[in-house]
């Protein structure tokens, strides 16, 4: 009996081994079977990691070029052309005459006023004789009086004569319409017959000083490249000539304050957008072959002249007023490693558009940041890296 109750209890504690083990691998098995189905929920991440370097700015602009010297010459007066003299395209000279304008209703009001004129010395006379016939009669309150009227009709007639002499010199001065400068008319809008409109009736150009174009970009963009009065630039010609483009020297002439355009910042939250200031940049050229009309641009690329962290632009997030990047905080733990969204703040940055340079205190080149997202992250949320 003892020898045959041995073996049996020893395949009893056998069996109670083995269904432990068994039941502690299909606990294992189900714990690790839910954590991954658990991983399968969590949003799904693409990362990059921050370089440190500089970034890289370029500056693009494009227009067409204009004399940098040209008049739009109109007739203020507003009367009917009379007869045009040029054509579009002539070369014309200082002081020639352009066109030429019915003065007709001026000049009769001209001939009016000094018929004015005319009479009021008449009457000038009448008053000196009627002042001698009463000196004579030695009444001394009808002499004062008739001095007094000799003396406003002398300030009546220097009074008339003033108004005179200015119809005169607007009828000489707009009853034609000369040339200012030696130059080309590249646009010529009136019409005989027809009265001025609010338009120039004529544009003159000249060539002499050379030629103009300007664009509008952003001024922070213009600050980090250090762009400055008097820089030479290389400008891209398109003639309508030929296919083939030219490079010709350009100089920055002038650089003004332009109207702000609204601003999108980046991430998916724009409720912080603000205006970005506007400067336009005026470039001169004084290359004698140009003719004006060319089509040009502008391409120049420029490191920015300090090295920071630089991140892609769509990884930065902004809420609220503040502006930070997600990092992936990796957490070791018994059944597996798990990855955590870390919310990473932002004190400055600048970007060039597809690449940002950011400052903070908390970001190291060895981490990596989140990118993209399957799914809106906070702060803490766990995810899962593609």
């Known amino acids: 009996m003892e020898t045959t109750g041995v073996p049996a209890d020893r395949r009893r504690k056998k069996n109670i081994r083995t269904a432990f083990l068994l039941l502690m691998g299909v606990l294992l098995f189900f714990t690790f079977f839910s954590n991954t189905l658990q991983s399968l929920t969590l949003p799904k991440v693409t990362t990059v990691k921050p370089q440190t370097k500089s970034l890289e700015f370029t500056l693009e602009g494009s227009g067409k070029l204009t004399p940098l010297r040209e008049a739009k010459l109109l007739n203020a007066s507003g009367w009917k052309v009379r007869q045009v003299l040029v054509k579009e395209g002539e070369q014309v000279t200082k002081g020639q005459t352009l066109i030429r304008y019915d003065s007709q209703v001026a000049e009769a009001e001209l001939k009016d006023e000094v018929a004015a004129l005319d009479k009021q010395k008449i009457a000038q006379q009448t008053l000196q004789d009627q002042f001698i016939q009463t000196y004579a ?104 000539e030929g296919p083939s483009a030219r490079i010709l020297p350009g100089k920055i002439a002038e650089i003004k304050s332009a109207q702000a355009r609204a601003g999108s910042p980046a991430g998916e939250d724009n409720s912080g957008a603000e205006d970005i200031a506007q400067k336009t940049v005026f470039i001169v050229m004084n290359e004698g072959s140009l003719q004006g009309g060319e089509q040009v641009q502008i391409k120049l690329k420029k490191p920015s002249l300090q090295e920071g962290v630089v991140v892609p632009t769509k990884a930065i997030h902004q809420t609220g007023g503040r502006s930070f990047v997600y990092t992936i905080e990796e957490q070791r733990g018994a059944l597996g490693n798990t990855f955590v969204a870390r919310e990473v703040q932002i004190r400055s940055s600048i970007t060039n558009g597809p690449d940002s340079m950011i400052q903070t205190d908390n970001l190291y080149g060895d981490e990596m940041i989140i990118l993209e997202s399957s799914e809106p992250l906070q702060d803490g949320n766990r995810v899962r890296l593609q």
Do not use: C
């Not at 001095?147 to 007639?157: H, L, S, T």
């Open 137 to 240: 009669e030695g009444d001394e309150l009808q002499i004062r009086k008739a001095r007094r009227e000799i003396e406003a009709g002398k300030v009546d007639q220097v009074t008339q004569a003033r108004k005179i002499a200015g119809l005169r010199e607007r009828l000489t001065a707009e009853q034609q319409l000369k040339a200012p400068f030696d130059g080309i008319v590249t646009q010529l809008n009136a019409l005989p017959g027809i009265l001025s409109s609010g338009e120039p009736d004529l544009v003159l150009s000249s060539s002499r000083e050379g030629f103009q174009f300007d664009f509008t970009a952003d001024a922070g963009l213009l600050s980090s490249l250090g762009i400055t009065l008097g820089e030479k630039l290389e400008v891209e010609v398109h003639s309508a």
